[in-house]
T-cell receptor, first 115, second 113 residues
Framework: DGGITQSPKYLFRKEGQNVTLSCEQN?????MYWYRQDPGQGLRLIYY???????QKGDIAEGYSVSREKKESFPLTVTSAQKNPTAFYLC??????????????FGDGTRLSIL | SQKIEQNSEALNIQEGKTATLTCNYT??????LQWYRQDPGRGPVFLLL?????KEKRKERLKVTFDTTLKQSLFHITASQPADSATYLC????????????FGRGTSLIVHP
């Protein structure tokens, strides 16, 4: 079955450490997104990519970095510059074709905590 | 800036009743609105999409309305079941076609047997 796989499910970060969250999709979707979800808050957009080798900052990009070298993969690095990284991170994808307003397909998230 | 409001208080209802959740937004109307379901520790799952020129959309026990005058969408679950208990998020695209939805914080629904 097609879908989005995020790994790991739980991740712990030490002070000063960069960590990378994996997101892989086999839906042949062009667009991919990273969101951060904090308790009682909506999803906030970190980065998005609508085509391979191109990506754009979202609303809260500071302290994060991404790459999009392959259509299927959109890894997110949480750098040491992100001072409050504890959150639930969600990756999503969509076809983004035309004006079809396709829904987003989500992975099951990675919960990141600070040690 | 665009703002989406969903009731932060949980909605508690009895099994078999109709649950109604509200999504309000400010400023200009989006081209479409989506509703998602999210279970604890899981990613959101798409339920329904309604376009600005549609007043109502149905799917099985689900019904969504979209009132661009009131700037409001209502999400109904008829004959609710305990398995419907989850958080429901609405999402609107204010990006002018760039497919970047803005999500509300969601409303928790608890259906009691």
């Amino acid at each position: 079955d097609g879908g989005i796989t995020q790994s790991p499910k739980y991740l712990f970060r030490k002070e000063g450490q960069n960590v990378t969250l994996s997101c892989e999709q086999n839906l042949n979707h062009d667009a991919m997104y990273w969101y951060r979800q904090d308790p009682g808050q909506g999803l906030r957009l970190i980065y998005y990519s609508q085509i391979v080798n191109d990506f754009q900052k979202g609303d809260i990009a500071e302290g994060y970095s991404v790459s999009r070298e392959k259509k299927e993969s959109f890894p997110l690095t949480v750098t040491s510059a992100q001072k409050n990284p504890t959150a639930f991170y969600l990756c999503a994808s969509t076809t983004g074709e035309g004006n079809s307003n396709q829904p987003q397909h989500f992975g099951d998230g990675t919960r990141l905590s600070i040690l | 800036s665009q703002k989406i409001e969903q009731n932060s208080e949980a909605l508690n209802i009895q099994e078999g009743k109709t649950a109604t959740l509200t999504c309000n937004y400010t400023n200009y109307s989006p081209a479409y609105l989506q509703w998602y379901r999210q279970d604890p520790g899981r990613g959101p799952v798409f339920l329904l999409l309604i376009r600005e020129n549609e007043k109502e959309k149905r799917k099985e026990r689900l019904k969504v309305t979209f009132d661009t005058t009131l700037k409001q969408s209502l999400f109904h679950i008829t004959a609710s079941q305990p398995a419907d208990s989850a958080t429901y998020l609405c999402a609107l695209d204010f990006s002018g076609g760039s497919y970047i939805p803005t999500f509300g914080r969601g409303t928790s629904l608890i259906v009691h047997p």
